[in-house]
């Protein structure tokens, strides 16, 4: 069955720091796969997307994601957070032929002064 | 600002009351969708409308009732809701669902609707 799971809750990191959100992914077919983030009161907004090609992937303010097929992977980092980083963060995964995303329950990422 | 629309933005009723949640997408897409995210819980698919079809209801309950106008409308009626019913609401559409082309099935959201059933 097509499964995100998000290995950590809570994730609390210092200031600059680095930071590395896990995300691991179960299928048998061709995926693709996102990481979105929400901020407070707001919805979720697009970071970073692999559909194919390179396994690393840059998004929107500073992080990156590589796709490790061996593993079963696509975690999310950052080499240096700041506190606008602080919001929840949700690894999804979709398969070519459906119409939905299938979602982990999220990681809530917050970044001490 | 993503280009989907969601009003209220928060709501508050009665186990008795209908109210309506609406979604609108300035994006040209053909696909839209209704989640509900509860805490500590992953997001739940509720429905989703291709080209004003519904394609897609996963078991949710019939006090909760979808309407699809035309593919930049999304409408969610609510009639009897419980407690457990609260939640936040969110939209989503993209341009393609299902399609070979992956970028094309790529979901944009609204910012949710805050539902709270008293």
């Known amino acids: 069955a097509q499964s995100v799971t998000q290995l950590d809750s809570q994730v609390p990191v210092f200031e600059e720091a680095p930071v590395e959100l896990r995300c691991n992914y179960s299928?048998?077919?061709?995926?693709?796969l996102f990481w979105y983030v929400q901020y407070p009161n707001q919805g979720l907004q697009l970071l970073l997307k692999?559909?194919?090609?390179?396994?690393l992937v840059k998004g929107i303010n500073g992080f990156e994601a590589e796709f490790n097929k061996s593993q079963t992977s696509f975690h999310l980092r950052k080499p240096s957070v700041h506190i606008s980083d602080t919001a929840e963060y949700f690894c999804?995964?979709?398969?070519?032929?459906?119409?939905?995303?299938?979602f982990g329950t999220g990681t809530r990422l917050t970044v001490i002064p | 600002e993503t280009g989907v629309t969601q009003t209220p933005r928060h709501l508050v009723m009665g186990m008795t009351n209908k109210k309506s949640l609406k979604c609108e997408q300035h994006?040209?897409?053909?696909?839209m969708y209704w989640y509900k995210q509860s805490a500590k819980k992953p997001l739940e698919l509720m429905f989703v409308y291709s080209l004003e079809e519904r394609v897609e209801n996963n078991s949710v309950p019939s006090r909760f009732s979808p309407e699809c106008p035309n593919s930049s409308h999304l409408f969610l009626h609510l009639h009897t809701l419980q407690p457990e019913d609260s939640a936040l609401y969110l939209c989503a559409s993209s341009q393609d669902p299902g399609g070979a082309d992956l970028a094309k099935n790529i979901q944009y959201f609204g910012a949710g609707t805050r539902l709270s059933v008293l």
């Open positions: 999804a995964g979709g398969r070519t032929g459906a119409n939905n995303l299938f």
């Open positions: 994006l040209g897409h053909n696909a």
């Open positions: 692999y559909l194919s090609g390179s396994t």
């Open positions: 299928s048998s077919v061709s995926v693709y």
